[in-house]
């Protein structure tokens, strides 16, 4: 069984920052792409940040220069720092995880459980 375990959420003000963690427990025989995505009320859930097994990330326009991930391979870990939050930054955020569980079985997508981020004005 694999589990994605969130944890930083909470209430912040404009400007603010906040940091998110998420550890992946459980078999895990090797980890692919991790990363982060949010959802607002009423609409799709979006991208906000991925990494790669080798550290190459990715960002659309609407955090870059504002959100930064990073991870710790030897703890399955992957971290979102985000600088300078908006309030339209407000979402439930999710982390995912590409985890090949054994050596012999393919990768697949897992999620965590989303952990709120609100931001106020």
């Known amino acids: 069984q694999v589990q994605l375990v969130e944890s930083g959420g909470g209430l912040v003000q404009a400007g603010g920052s906040l940091r998110l963690s998420c550890t992946v427990s459980g078999s895990a025989f090797s980890i692919n792409n991790m990363g982060w995505h949010r959802q607002a009320p009423g609409k799709q859930r979006e991208l906000v940040a991925e990494t790669t097994s080798d550290g190459r990330t990715n960002y659309p326009d609407s955090v870059k220069g504002r959100f930064t991930t990073s991870r710790d391979n030897a703890k399955n870990t992957v971290y979102l720092q985000m600088n300078s939050l908006k309030p339209v930054d407000t979402a439930v955020y999710y982390c995912?995880?590409?985890?090949?569980?054994?050596?012999?079985?393919?990768?697949?997508?897992?999620w965590g459980q989303g952990t709120q981020v609100t931001v106020s004005s």
């Open positions: 995912n995880a590409r985890v090949r569980r054994y050596i012999n079985s393919d990768y697949r997508d897992y």
